[in-house]
């Protein structure tokens, strides 16, 4: 891997040490003495000691008077210093008591250079050297703040391939192509074809991007380039644009090879959104503007693939995504029950696991899981058992780990009061009553009074036995039942409701209003929608700047819709209650002795008191309190 060297250490190390020696030689130029013990004395103790006759030899200077005194028998001789002051009759005293004595004479221009000189070029070098730097322009302009920070992966470090990707075979099938093109570039233009100039990778964070492209340099042995785009935005304008120049020069230098940039969508956004979006500043669309003409500049006959990722392809300027510059986009969703299977294996190829583990059962738990989220349960199922100082990960533990991803750690020191567990208890049995006598909704995996994560007393698990991806009117109705079981439960056995059900009701109004809102499931408004429009990558963000204008009416049939539907869904719950009221009980009596029931207890305990019909499979995933 090439990386980027920290600028000026190299520079500041040389001044420091060239600083230093001139430091040094002024020294000893001025402290001849400096290889023995000196002691620094007076004129006048000078001239006393001269007097006396304690002196053995002088050296005298035009700024310095040094030499050695005389020292008694088995002595080493001491040596002195004085700084002289004009005294005409200093060598008439020297003779008249026979001291030997020699004078040196300075070198003017030596120490001219040395003191005016030579700082002055130092001085000089470093001012050249900062400028040059900011006259490089991609090289290292503003102490190589231009340069690049992209990482470069050389073959011998791309060690990932498809064998490491799964749940995604139709976008690996689709870039196999581009892995031919890299091996060898000049087939394609046999028959004037040309590949692609970029492609585009979009999905929901977690779903894979970034290996995918890091697998295909793997699999066609080529040079991987690797940036973040918000690496490419700086404080200073231009710099962004500089940094892209310089990532495409070594792109070109390197050739065949891939470039990819990551998080697209931090220097790519569209310039239509204004200020308040960024897409207005002036830095960005710089550097946007420098990419676009990057992309039109290269030539992909050279062997060059642009690849980029993003996980909100809606917010992108849509001059990025013309033909001839992104010209395809392949979608890495979250993998289906087969995808979450395969992913699984890969991963739990890395941990020692029992006999009984299944991938295809823990893949039916996990439903919505991205391949990061897969990758994640299998560390925190290796961790629970490592905890446990178990010989091998068990299922016991997959499941653990899914609970603890999806409804938070536990918390079995928090304090509750027996009132409060009796609620909690009924409140968790009401949700998995409705969901068994709704026929739907029969596979419930766990019952539990734990309290978990951040305000959840409890939970009900229901494990979906297929993967859905559509929905009827009358199971969404559904649904909202099985979320108002609780409060149905409380209604029923208690003499005053509690905040328990906030939760669930959040939920169940989000689903109504989405169905008269959304899915054009309203007698009254008929097939009109009146939301702004969604990214399907993004649970709750917005992807457009304007709002339908709803009339006052409107908004009143649309809130008397979703009261409708929610009276609909609740009078459902609180009838299957009433008819299952013997095996609710039950099974809160049961909760509160041993706190969590899972699926082994509760079917006998259901097929024993309960009425519903539970031939039909569930497609939910967890309720929480």
């Known amino acids: 891997m090439i990386e980027e060297k920290p600028p000026l250490t190299r520079q500041w190390g040389w001044i420091a040490l060239i600083l230093l020696l001139v430091g040094g030689y002024l020294y000893l130029v001025k402290n001849p003495a400096w290889m023995g013990a000196t002691e620094t004395l007076s004129y006048s103790d000078f001239l006393n000691r001269l007097d006396k006759g304690e002196l053995d030899e002088v050296t005298v200077s035009a700024d310095q008077i040094s030499g050695t005194l005389k020292a008694a028998a088995g002595e080493k001789p001491r040596r002195f210093t004085t700084v002289p002051v004009p005294d005409e009759r200093l060598v008439e005293r020297l003779n008249a008591k026979g001291v030997s004595f020699a004078g040196t004479a300075r070198n003017t221009a030596l120490w001219t250079l040395l003191g005016w000189v030579l700082p002055f070029l130092v001085l000089f070098w470093l001012w050249r050297s900062m400028v040059g730097r900011m006259a490089e322009g991609p090289q290292g302009g503003l102490m190589r703040a231009g340069k690049s920070k992209a990482k470069v992966y050389m073959e011998k470090d791309v060690k990932v391939t498809f064998d490491d990707v799964a749940g995604v075979e139709e976008a690996k099938e689709e870039v196999r192509e581009l892995i031919d093109f890299l091996k060898d570039p000049t087939r394609y233009a046999q028959l004037g074809a040309r590949a692609p100039k970029g492609i585009l990778l979009v999905g929901p964070p977690g779903s894979g991007k970034t290996l995918m492209a890091r697998a295909i340099a793997g699999e066609a042995s080529v040079p991987f380039f690797s940036i973040n785009g918000s690496e490419f935005v700086e404080m200073f304008v231009g710099l962004g644009a500089a940094r892209v120049r310089d990532l495409f020069e070594q792109a070109r230098a390197n050739a065949p090879c891939l470039l990819f940039i990551d998080e697209l969508d931090a220097v790519g956004k569209s310039r239509a959104l204004g200020y308040l979006s960024g897409g207005a500043h002036e830095e960005m669309q710089q550097t946007l503007n420098q990419l676009l003409a990057e992309i039109d500049g290269f030539d992909p006959s050279k062997g060059i693939i642009l690849l980029a990722a993003t996980n909100r392809p809606e917010i992108l300027d849509p001059a990025l995504l013309r033909a001839g510059r992104f010209d395809r986009q392949i979608l890495l969703d979250n993998p289906d029950l087969n995808g979450r299977a395969a992913i699984l294996k890969v991963h739990m190829k890395k941990v020692k696991l029992a006999s009984e583990v299944s991938a295809e059962k823990v893949a039916g738990l996990t439903p919505g899981f991205s391949g990061a989220d897969l990758a994640n349960l299998v560390n925190e199922a290796a961790l ?242």
């Open 384 to 625: 629970l058992g490592t905890r446990r100082k178990a010989a091998a990960v068990e299922e016991n533990d997959f499941v653990a780990a899914i609970e603890r991803i999806v409804a938070g750690l536990e918390r079995r020191k928090r304090l509750m009061n027996p009132e409060e567990r009796r609620r909690v208890a009924y409140h968790e049995m009401g949700h998995a009553t409705v969901a068994l006598a709704e026929g739907e909704l029969v596979q419930v995996q766990k019952v539990s009074i734990i309290p978990r994560g951040i305000g959840a007393l409890g939970y009900t698990m229901q494990r979906p036995t297929e993967d859905r991806y559509l929905m009827s009117r009358g199971e969404l109705v559904r649904k909202i039942a099985v979320l108002m079981g609780g409060r149905a439960s409380e209604t029923l056995f208690f003499d005053d409701v509690s905040t328990g059900a906030g939760d669930d009701l959040t939920k169940a109004t989000n689903i109504a209003r989405a169905m008269v809102t959304e899915y054009g499931m309203s007698g009254k408004l008929g097939l009109a929608t009146f939301e702004v429009e969604r990214s399907p990558f993004l649970q709750g963000a917005t992807t457009a700047s304007r709002r339908m204008e709803i009339s006052e009416e409107t908004s009143r049939i649309i809130d008397g819709e979703v009261k409708s539907i929610l009276d609909e869904a609740y009078q459902r719950a609180a009838q299957a209650i009433e008819r299952n009221r013997k095996f609710l009980e039950a099974g809160a009596k049961r909760l509160l002795e041993v706190e969590t029931i899972d699926q082994k207890e509760l079917q006998p305990l259901w097929q024993e008191l309960g009425t519903g019909d539970d031939k039909k499979k569930p497609p939910v995933a967890v309720v929480r309190t």
